[in-house]
């Protein structure tokens, strides 16, 4: 079993910035994946970034040079840093392992950008 917790969610304005964080604890595996979803309100989850346990990351066309992700392997977490944010950057973004075996979920966090 795997619990992802995540945090740094919140209010922020067009063109700030914020830091998402996970930490994932229990039988995480060696190698697997970590990353960021999004789902707005009314929209299908989608992908945001994802980072393999060796540094190889992936981005949606929509945050590829805004976002940042990156991950420590030795305290399995996993960031997001998200600059010059646009209202339409609004979603719960939910946190994501997939250890090729199961795939987990954490439980949320809000980020709302305003205009």
């Known amino acids: 079993q795997v619990q992802l917790v995540e945090s740094g969610g919140g209010l922020v304005q067009a063109g700030g910035s914020l830091r998402l964080s996970c930490a994932a604890s229990g039988s995480i595996g060696s190698r697997n994946v970590m990353g960021w979803y999004r789902q707005a309100p009314g929209k299908q989850r989608e992908l945001v970034a994802t980072?393999?346990?060796?540094?190889?990351?992936n981005y949606a066309d929509s945050v590829k040079g805004r976002f940042t992700i990156s991950r420590d392997n030795a305290k399995n977490t996993v960031s997001l840093l998200m600059n010059s944010l646009e209202p339409e950057d609004t979603a719960v973004y939910y946190c994501?392992?997939?250890?090729?075996?199961?795939?987990?979920w954490g439980q949320g966090t809000q980020v709302t950008v305003s205009s």
């Open positions: 980072i393999r346990s060796g540094g190889s990351t």
């Open positions: 994501l392992l997939n250890n090729y075996r199961m795939e987990y």
